[in-house]
């Protein structure tokens, strides 16, 4: 700023760029005869410069406010309106290092940048990128200030814009007391206590999960919603078709154009809860599947619907999205797993391949020890011990003898036991039938991995006696048996369904990420460094979790529908957040911590795969090798010392609050970085980073391509596994497909399960992937600009990697027996269902 602090011009011309607001596409009819309300008057928007140097005397601390100014000249470009401005401004209090601007229009508007332009060819405009909605100036308590996109610590802030650094801060953080409305700015903490839904019965009673130590929880950003009139700690739900009034701070919320995408796919997910008047009208049953080719036809012709479904329904929701939609709106898209071959989703080496490269690749460890234990407490459940016999595997380990196998690394397992029995007896009290599982695997010469025994275990019947009643089923490829082989197999991706959903994605990215998002808004300044290095990972994030409290993980929602646990859904979060730690989010870690990776000096990213063709893994470490490079280029440009980093208060604040607030359950745990040199803040923003990137596209976007198939990944199992001798069992034997549909996923709960992971697997078309920012000029400094340009070429670099492997013939877990490449890793993608592409953020 230094360079442009002696202008000499009495007039400075400007531009500003905003976007009116506008109703969805979809709305009703009459909301867009509103249109008139949302226009902008530019003679009723005022602006006034601040200036960010004292001047000679540097008594004055306070930046000079310039005259007030208007907007004049609107011109429009596609949905956005230019106005040109022209502001008096006196040369001696050096040049203007933020604004303050006022709306009295009675709508709001997204204001997106302020240029100044200079006269002078040596000097560069002044930008001041905003990207924030400003609501009518009677809303506001204090006035909207935005700044330079000059990045500041706040020791080196020119002392003229320090207050209005620091007033803003305060705004962000409110007062902790109220109801928030949508104009209202404020970044706060709660609990997780509005997933139930007391005020409907004790069957939507659910526990609160945060602030306690049996229901340790991330925060949630507060809404201020009155208590419910039965349990004053529980808050109130807003009605379904309400759920998108949800408050998080409106420019957290999705941009005009993802609203309209998401709402109009929404939608379809909502309209199914509406099946008993659908059923009615279009005199169809949603009941169950008899077929795999049954199946298929809801991907290739949909669920046909009467010419009249239109005229005759009574609901509005459902009568305005048939008349948007049409009569496709119950056909889906061909899921990727079934598009070249309908059959090899079944085979066993697709089964464990999906463990390497499928849409929960995070679970997989070495195994250490034959047989497998527990590390539930035997005083309370008992000998958890595996039951698998050497008898069981051994005369499949290609002639190595267990200990052998397990000293070459040639030994996984995928087990679930853990986390699945202690909820096991709970559970199956309901129409869910299930069991825990541990799934032992043998990595062959090939690099594929071959399953080679499943236990299926029970708590025993016996409520007063412990330990477990387990059942091991082997490969078979004829008669009966491969039939109940098939099942073993269903009930594993039952389970590996539902702590994908719940734990790998739900608390390790959507949960585990939204007390950065708070405490980074409400300690850093949008002038701070790191501030402009981690919000763009942030956008969207606090929506999409409002809206999956409010419509997926609450009481009765879609998740405790479709996902086994059903209404322990939430719960099992809670105890699986009591092993989390934040540095073994690291994907190295977390590789080496699984045993499938060790350390080794010697290699590009310091550890050595055990599985080499493990395509998450070999992506994954390209990806996070980048982002390392980029966060500690950026941060040493900022920090030369640690000493720098102790003593910036900003940072130390926000550290500070992410750790006693935001994660405030897990507090008191001795892994939590320090905050007290640089080398912890690269760890740490690259870890915040990859979380809220390539480890949330790793586990989400391949939702619909590998699950949008049902037999594939079932997420629900409704009866055990037949006994010889019963009908079931008989019925298995002559009918299989019919056998296994009628165990799995029933096809009303099928149809809203593909429907809501077809949203979640979805790019909008204004998504913004890694290496890329919404505007070139989000920084004035030129080392970071280049850092991020060198950042994005890496990136892609790395895209023409993962195709060459993906061609590779010798790399067979790249595209397996379903072939299907894994692009879950590849940085970019166009808009729409690709199972590619990693957003900076977790958006959806």
């Not at 080196?156 to 801060?169: H, N, S, V």
């Not at 059903?566 to 590789?591: I, R």
Request: proline content about 7%.
């Amino acid at each position: 700023m230094a360079s442009i602090s002696k202008l000499e011009n009495k007039k400075i011309n400007g531009t500003v760029v905003l976007i009116k607001k506008r109703p969805l596409d979809i709305a009703p009819s009459e909301v867009v005869q509103q249109q008139a309300v949302y226009e902008i008057l530019g003679h009723k928007v005022t602006l006034q410069l601040i200036s960010s140097f004292t001047g000679d005397s540097g008594k004055e601390m306070k930046g000079k406010l310039g005259n007030p100014t208007h907007l004049r000249d609107e011109n429009n470009s596609g949905n956005e309106s230019k106005f040109n401005v022209t502001f008096d401004w006196d040369e001696e209090v050096g040049a203007p290092g933020a604004f303050i601007i006022k709306n009295f229009n009675p709508s709001e508007f997204f204001l997106k940048k302020l240029t100044l332009e200079v006269d002078d060819p040596s000097h560069d405009s002044i930008h001041f990128v905003c990207n924030s909605w400003v609501y009518p100036a009677e809303k506001y308590k204090s006035d909207r200030v935005f700044f330079v996109n000059q990045a500041w610590l706040p020791s080196e802030t020119p002392a003229p814009l320090r207050w209005y650094r620091e007033e803003e801060l305060l705004n962000l953080r409110g007062n902790g007391t109220g109801k928030l409305e949508e104009w209202d700015r404020v970044y706060d903490y709660a609990y997780y206590n509005d997933l139930g839904d007391p005020e409907k019965g004790s069957d939507y009673v659910r526990p609160i999960l945060g602030g306690s130590e049996k229901y340790p929880y991330p925060r949630r950003g507060r809404t201020g919603r009155p208590p419910t009139k039965t349990d004053p700690n529980s808050e109130s739900r807003l009605p379904l078709l309400m759920s998108f009034g949800i408050y998080v701070p409106r420019d957290e919320k999705f941009a005009p154009l993802k609203m309209t995408d998401f709402v109009g796919i929404a939608l379809k997910v909502i309209v199914q809860l509406l099946v008993p008047e659908l059923e009615s009208l279009a005199n169809i049953s949603l009941n169950e599947f008899n077929s795999f080719e049954e199946i298929l036809k809801i991907y290739e012709e949909g669920i046909n619907l009467p010419n009249d479904l239109l005229e005759r329904s009574t609901t509005h929701m459902l009568k305005e999205f048939i008349q948007s939609a049409g009569q496709g709106f119950l056909k889906y898209p061909m899921p990727q797993v079934i598009k070249e071959d309908k059959s090899a989703w079944r085979t066993d080496e697709e089964f464990a391949r999906e463990m390497l490269a499928g849409i929960n690749p995070v679970c997989i460890c070495a195994l250490k020890e034959f047989p497998p234990t527990s590390k539930l407490d035997p005083k309370v459940y008992g000998d958890q011990t595996c039951k698998i016999t050497r008898e069981q595997i051994q005369n499949q380990l290609d002639g190595l003898i267990i200990e052998e196998a397990i000293k070459a690394n040639q030994l996984f397992i995928l087990d679930h036991h853990d986390t699945i029995m202690p909820y096991v007896r709970q559970i199956n009290m309901t129409s869910t039938k299930i069991y825990s599982s541990r799934t032992i695997l043998f990595l062959r010469k090939d690099g594929t991995l071959k399953p080679l025994a499943i236990e299926l275990s029970l708590p025993h019947p016996d409520g007063d006696q412990l330990g477990a009643i387990s059942e091991v089923f082997t490969p078979h490829e004829e008669g009966i048996e491969a039939s109940v082989w098939q099942l073993a197999k269903a009930y594993v991706a039952v389970n590996d369904s539902g702590v994908h959903q719940l734990i790998s994605h739900w608390l390790h990215t959507h949960a585990a990420i939204e007390p950065f998002v708070i405490a980074t808004n409400r300690q850093l300044s949008v002038l701070h460094p790191i501030y402009k290095l981690l919000h763009p990972h942030f956008r969207d994030t606090m929506h999409i979790n409002a809206l999956a409290r409010q419509t997926l993980l609450n009481a009765g929602g879609i998740l405790e529908q479709t996902v086994f646990p059903t209404k322990y859904a939430m719960e099992m979060t809670s105890v699986a957040y009591k092993d989390w730690t934040f540095p073994d989010q690291a994907l190295p870690a977390d590789l080496i911590k699984r045993g499938v990776a060790i350390e080794d000096p010697e290699s590009e990213q310091g550890i050595r795969l055990l599985i080499e063709d493990y395509p998450y893994a070999v992506d994954g470490l390209e990806i996070w090798s980048a982002i390392k490079s980029w966060v500690q280029e950026y941060c040493s440009y900022y920090y030369k010392t640690d000493d720098m980093i102790k003593k910036d208060t900003e940072l130390q604040a926000w550290w500070k609050e992410v750790r006693e607030d935001g994660h405030g359950d897990r507090k008191s745990e001795p892994w939590w970085p320090k905050m007290q040199t640089l080398k912890e803040l690269i760890d740490s923003c690259n870890i915040i980073i990859w979380i809220a990137s390539a480890l949330h596209a790793a586990i989400n976007f391949g939702q619909y391509p590998y699950g949008g198939y049902l037999p594939n990944r079932p997420s629900m199992s409704r009866r055990f596994m037949p006994e010889p001798g019963s009908p079931e069992y008989e019925d298995l034997k002559t009918n299989p497909e019919k056998g296994y549909l009628r165990t799995i996923t029933p096809q009303l709960q099928t149809l809203i399960g593909i429907s809501a992971i077809e949203i979640l697997s979805i790019h909008s078309s204004d998504e913004i992937y890694l290496g890329q920012r919404d505007t070139p000029e989000w920084t004035k400094d030129k080392e970071p600009l280049q850092a991020l340009e060198r950042f994005g070429k890496k990136l892609a670099e790395i895209e023409e990697k993962i195709m060459k492997m993906n061609n590779d013939t010798k790399l067979k877990n790249r595209i397996g027996p379903v072939k299907m490449p894994y692009t879950l890793l590849y940085p970019t993608s166009e808009p729409g269902l690709t199972g590619k592409g990693i957003p900076n953020s977790v958006s959806i």
